[in-house]
């Protein structure tokens, strides 16, 4: 992980942890639906917090929050684009870059160019395949939607069987 507030040392970040979990646990209760996650949904996934005891749905609210409240720095823009290359393609990225719903959130602003790069990538095989090597624009076309199944490990086609389901599916239920 990369911490954002390197600057700041332990004592002032143990103080704005604690007013700002104050902040944060007042807000959860006087407005339920602030939250993404419904109670219970971070405990059952077992994300760690300190002495390895399970974080609590505020800590990780708040957690998300300081992302979101951080300033903008190139290694912060960085490290969220980089975040939506991992998120949506199976590319490799540099370690120490993980997929953080705070990092996420700041990196959505990222999908249309991560998006526009896939496509192009996946155009330059088209043309390849038609321009270079001749083959009919059939062809290019199932080699460039081959090529781009491997590039995001089918992420769309994920997408539309999940879709298919749950129109199609758990209608007894």
Not at 20 to 40: E, F, H, R, Y
Not at 110 to 115: A, E
Not at 134 to 159: I, K, R, S
Request: aromatic letters at 6%; a negative charge.
């Amino acid at each position: 992980n990369i911490p954002f507030d390197k600057d700041k040392n332990d004592d002032e970040k143990k103080a704005s942890t604690s007013s700002a979990s104050t902040s944060s646990t007042t807000s959860m209760t006087a407005s339920s639906s602030s939250s993404v996650l419904d109670k219970g949904v971070v405990e059952s996934r077992g994300m760690i917090g300190p002495n390895n005891t399970p974080k609590t749905r505020e800590e990780v609210t708040e957690e998300i929050q300081s992302f979101l409240d951080a300033p903008v720095t190139l290694e912060r823009e960085v490290r969220g684009f980089l975040s939506i290359v991992m998120f949506l393609t199976r590319l490799p990225v540099p370690k120490g870059i993980n997929i953080h719903p705070g990092v996420l959130m700041k990196g959505m602003v990222y999908l249309p160019t991560v998006g526009a790069v896939l496509g192009l990538m996946l155009a330059v095989v088209f043309d390849f395949g038609t321009v270079a090597l001749g083959l009919p624009p059939l062809v290019a076309a199932a080699m460039a939607t081959a090529t781009g199944w491997t590039l995001t490990g089918c992420f769309h086609e994920d997408g539309l069987c999940d879709s298919a389901d749950g129109i199609g599916g758990g209608w007894n239920r």
